[in-house]
């Protein structure tokens, strides 16, 4: 394909924001609009050039915005619309995109649709939510439960039904079979795209349509007491439905109807299940995310083998996306450590497809303690014990070392990380050898190197603890060798090559020419630009 060719959302990388943990203006200690406005240069300088933010829309905030009253406005916590076509226009001036949280599967409990589906067994909008009679014995309809804990259903006394919430009891799920709740959802839509937002990710996007027939989803084998209460089914009737992708179709219908929109979709679901949501034609969504790096154990054949089954997978047209953190899982530093945080990153900006990185991890952000009286998140609440509390790679932006990392003036929602006097923006954005530093080198030659934004991905055979692999695009050709453990392993490639480091997670070794078989030090990421001539 022609470089030209190539959209923004195959070649740029994309930065997820939580918007009430980036950047506080206001000083109640809850991140909005206009702290993003601020931070955008420091995003444009970073080499960023798509970002998606998290729910900014009127909610209770009982889910934290995934829980949204109002799809068409903004919470005022964040601003005002105003607020936000200025965040609009402040980044389509730097060239850069934003992508929108759309939240379709499920409504608020206080949004104006659910309180009329509610309020009689005969309301008009009684069908726009999954309402059904009791099964005979008074009880849930049937055995579905919730991501969150316990039954899915929740009985409603004034009309004697229950209502499906696949999250919380305050985010009833909408129903997505009834006609008019397709052409509300996809007027939302429809609403952003006229504003000139570039595109949408999806939340739960597997989960918009259930069964028909309402069957009990079969029990899962692997369940034990450790695990959440969810995981004691298979949810092979309440999610992932066939019929889910003509309701995706459509909603690409109306990206497409739009210049260059983008259409994500989280999609918690094995590769082979994964793919079919790129759609028949590939006019599903663009880019179904792809969570392996979150969920793999850190081990170079473990890694090896998911990127090739992805590569194998993909539809011909399919474009390939890696995440490496997100707000609902621990943070990859605190998963692999901080010395392989940085491995972690080469192998994230060096993948074919698409990569998102999660606010903070650039400067290396761990996983932060979170006192039990401090908790916020539903999910840690609603199943003490067993649910993962969510809180610990939600808490604030570490901007500089002042007071609260000067993420605001207030009381901070969430405690900081006591590191932040070291670890912030301020500190390491020329500090030779920082995450943040070693980020912005990184993303700048990624952004400058067709080889490594769209080029090709060839694997490269190692037996050990290496992972390696080359893209390459007309006469480029780079050689990416990372070690995933913290010992040294030999590197002894079936062919010849000769090359220059021209990145590395170890300063000292940029600039040196190397070749043939190598000894690679522990936690140790070589990006190397291969001499292509007449024996490559
Ligand atoms: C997925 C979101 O990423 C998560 O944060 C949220 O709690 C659930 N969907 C429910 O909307
Ligand atoms: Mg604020």
């Known amino acids: 394909m022609m470089y030209k060719n190539y959209l923004w959302w195959q070649k740029n990388v994309i930065y997820q924001i939580y918007p009430r943990s980036f950047n506080d203006s206001d000083g109640d200690g809850i991140g909005d609009l206009q702290g993003i406005i601020k931070k955008l240069d420091y995003l444009n300088d970073l080499g960023i050039v798509g970002v998606w933010i998290s729910p900014i829309y009127p909610s209770p905030m009982a889910d934290f915005g995934y829980d949204v009253s109002d799809y068409t406005g903004i919470h005022e916590m964040f601003g005002d619309m105003k607020d936000f076509d200025e965040l609009l226009k402040e980044i389509h001036k730097r060239d850069m995109k934003l992508i929108l949280d759309l939240v379709p599967n499920h409504s608020s409990d206080k949004h104006p649709w659910f309180i009329e589906s509610k309020s009689s067994k005969n309301n008009p909008k009684r069908d726009w939510y999954i309402w059904k009679d009791p099964a005979p014995d008074g009880g849930p309809p049937n055995n579905w439960l919730s991501v969150f804990g316990g039954s899915g259903w929740e009985y409603d006394e004034a009309t004697g039904q229950y209502y499906y919430h696949a999250f919380l009891k305050e985010q009833p799920d909408l129903n997505w079979r009834n006609p008019e709740v397709q052409n509300a959802m996809l007027n939302v839509m429809k609403f952003w795209l006229e504003k000139g937002v570039d595109g949408f990710r999806v939340d739960v996007m597997w989960h918009m349509i259930k069964d028909a027939k309402l069957r009990d989803d079969p029990p899962n084998p692997d369940h034990n007491e450790k695990l959440n209460s969810y995981s004691r089914h298979i949810p092979a009737y309440s999610t992932d439905q066939d019929e889910v992708h003509d309701i995706v179709r459509k909603m690409r219908k109306v990206v497409d109807s739009y210049k260059e929109r983008l259409l994500i979709g989280e999609i918690y679901l094995p590769i082979s299940k994964l793919v079919r949501y790129y759609g028949e034609d590939n006019k599903g969504a663009h880019l179904p995310f792809n969570f392996q790096l979150l969920q793999l154990p850190w081990e170079a054949s ?91 790679e939600r808490t604030p932006m570490q901007w500089d070392d002042s007071e609260n990392a000067g993420f605001t003036t207030g009381e901070p929602w969430l405690p900081l990380m006591k590191n932040f006097r070291e670890v912030n923006v301020k500190k390491q954005w020329d500090e030779e050898g920082s995450m943040l530093h070693f980020h912005r080198r990184l993303l700048h030659l990624r952004n400058k190197e067709p080889a490594l934004h769209v080029g090709d991905h060839l694997p490269v055979y190692t037996e050990n603890n290496l992972l390696s692999y080359m893209r390459s695009y007309n006469d480029k050709l780079f050689l990416i060798i990372l070690n995933l453990k913290n010992s040294e392993e030999n590197f002894t490639p079936g062919f010849f090559w000769k090359g220059e480091v021209k990145l590395s997670t170890h300063p000292e070794f940029e600039g040196k020419e190397m070749e043939g078989a190598l000894r690679i030090k522990g936690d140790l990421g070589l990006l190397i630009e291969v001499i292509v001539n007449e024996y490559t």
């Open 302 to 392: 473990k890694i090896e083998a998911a990127i090739n089954e992805y590569e194998g997978a993909l539809p011909p047209e399919g474009w390939p996306n890696w995440v490496l953190g997100n707000h609902d899982k621990s943070r990859i530093a605190t998963r692999v450590g901080k010395e392989q945080a940085k491995v972690a990153a080469m192998l994230l900006l060096t993948l074919r497809g698409t990569p998102t990185v999660y606010y903070g991890d650039e400067l290396g952000m761990e996983d932060v303690d979170i006192p039990e009286d401090k908790i916020q998140d539903p999910q840690a609440l609603n199943e003490p014990g067993v649910g993962q509390s969510r809180d610990p």
